[in-house]
């Protein structure tokens, strides 16, 4: 067979080409309305959804695209805003504003296409009133340091929002509001997905407090006062009664892609879960665990084989080292199957990115540690200070492939070979 890892990057594509916006989004076209089409976007691979819509719709539009710095793309009519990603910036500020303004004073002839993706979340910051943007990049430091998973955190960014929680699509009211959704978190739970800019979610106040208490974020007294008297929309909310929700790509899809062309070049191919969370050093444990258990006695599954999961990983920060939650899930499988021949892993995030560095992950076999160690690094030390990035960028093993256009999340393969 070819080398472990093109194999493994070849498995990478399958899964994004799964994902690819013009593919997802021509079944799910809109009939088109009486007045007008706004178009707004939020999220990492927003504007190749805009670019893909844009050039399968024939009649007039308008609106706004919000995406990461480095992701934009010019559109034919849509204006594109680039913002900072994960923690938000004055940039994100004004295109969260230019997305409001684009919906208001809209008519029941009127028709808003929201094209939302992973990243949104960050990228449309919009403080209560009485609050700064300084405050929100407050709160989403101290939720990204938190170790919270993204149910949690969600729960809590839409109780201190302008943007999130179905408040977009209010805003709209009484156009109708068609959202399509590329999904990136585990469930596929529309209201998930970058806090629900125009999909109402079941959770206020209660459960925002309630996280905040689990995963002991602190934040200033005037924000958890702000939480606690939030009024999210609710579903059942009358201005949502015409609007259209659809899940166009998920990781579901994209491992079954890859599934499917692992099988197809002679591999069988197995998929734990598409919505895998926890800290991402315990959940490479339990990866370790299963792939040193197919070599040493070839249960639960046979050699040769190939283990793909998804879902998204958490980091509880304590270091002060660089990397992103696939490079540490990594750098921990590492250390979990050290010496062990015949396992190779990818691990990476479909937008391209792992965290806030240019790689999207990393590569990792039996002899990673041991090299870091040859190099004059300790891996063990280099993952307690969440530096997986720099223990990865020494050996060369960093996975690049830029960004993807498109954002279902983490993707995890680890090929496991027959002992020689």
């Known amino acids: 067979m ?11 594509d399958a899964a994004i080409d799964a994902a690819d916006p013009a593919r997802a989004i021509q079944p799910h076209l809109p009939a088109p309305p009486k007045g007008r089409t706004v178009v707004i976007g939020a999220g990492k691979g927003a504007v190749q959804l805009a670019q893909a819509f844009e050039a399968q719709w024939s009649g007039d539009l308008s609106g706004v695209i919000v ?12 204006k594109v805003i680039e913002a900072a990603h994960p923690v938000p910036d004055a940039a994100g500020e004004t295109g969260a504003q230019a997305i409001l303004d684009a919906v208001s004073g809209l008519t029941e ?3 808003v296409v929201a094209l939302v993706t992973g990243g949104g979340s960050a990228l449309l910051p919009a403080p209560p009133e009485g609050f700064t943007l300084a405050d929100e990049q407050i709160l989403n430091e101290a939720l990204l340091a938190s170790g919270a998973p993204i149910s949690a955190m969600n729960a809590i960014r839409t109780c201190f929002s302008r943007t999130k929680g179905g408040r977009i699509a209010a805003a709209a009211y009484p156009a109708k509001v068609v959202s399509l959704i590329v999904s990136d978190v585990p469930g596929d739970a529309p209201c998930e997905v970058a806090s629900g800019p125009t999909v109402p ?11 905040l208490r689990t995963y002991d974020i602190d934040l200033p007294d005037a924000i958890i006062e702000a939480i606690t008297r939030a009024a999210p929309p609710t579903e059942d909310d009358p201005a949502f009664a015409r609007n259209e929700v659809t899940v ?8 079954e892609a890859a599934a499917a062309r692992s099988e197809a070049a ?21 990866h370790g665990a299963i792939a040193r258990e197919v070599v040493s006695r070839n249960r639960p599954f046979a050699a040769p084989i190939v283990i793909l999961s998804g879902g998204e990983t958490t980091v509880t920060l304590k270091g ?21 021949a015949g396992i190779t892993a990818l691990a990476a995030d479909t937008d391209g990115i792992d965290g806030s560095e240019d790689n999207a992950g990393a590569f990792a076999d039996g002899t990673t540690a ?3 160690r040859a190099a004059g690094k300790d891996p063990a030390a280099l993952l307690a200070d969440n530096d997986a990035y720099s223990a990865f960028d020494t050996l060369g093993d960093l996975f690049v492939p830029g960004p993807t256009g498109t954002n279902v999340n983490d993707f995890r393969a680890i090929l496991i070979q027959p002992a020689r």
């Open 2 to 12: 070819q080398d472990p890892k093109t194999f493994l990057s070849d498995l990478f």
């Open 67 to 78: 995406t990461r710095y480095g992701y934009g793309a010019p559109c034919e009519t849509l």
């Open 109 to 111: 002839d009127d028709l």
């Open 201 to 211: 979610g079941p959770r206020g106040p209660t459960e925002a407090l309630a996280a």
């Open 248 to 255: 166009i790509a998920s990781a579901s899809r994209s491992l």
């Open 266 to 286: 002679g591999l069988p191919a197995v998929i734990l879960s598409d919505a895998i969370e926890g800290e991402a050093r315990d959940v490479a444990r339990v």
């Open 320 to 340: 002060q080292g660089r990397g992103g939650r696939n490079s540490e899930f990594l750098l921990s499988l590492a250390l979990d199957i050290e010496g062990v």
């Open 370 to 372: 041991r090299r870091l």
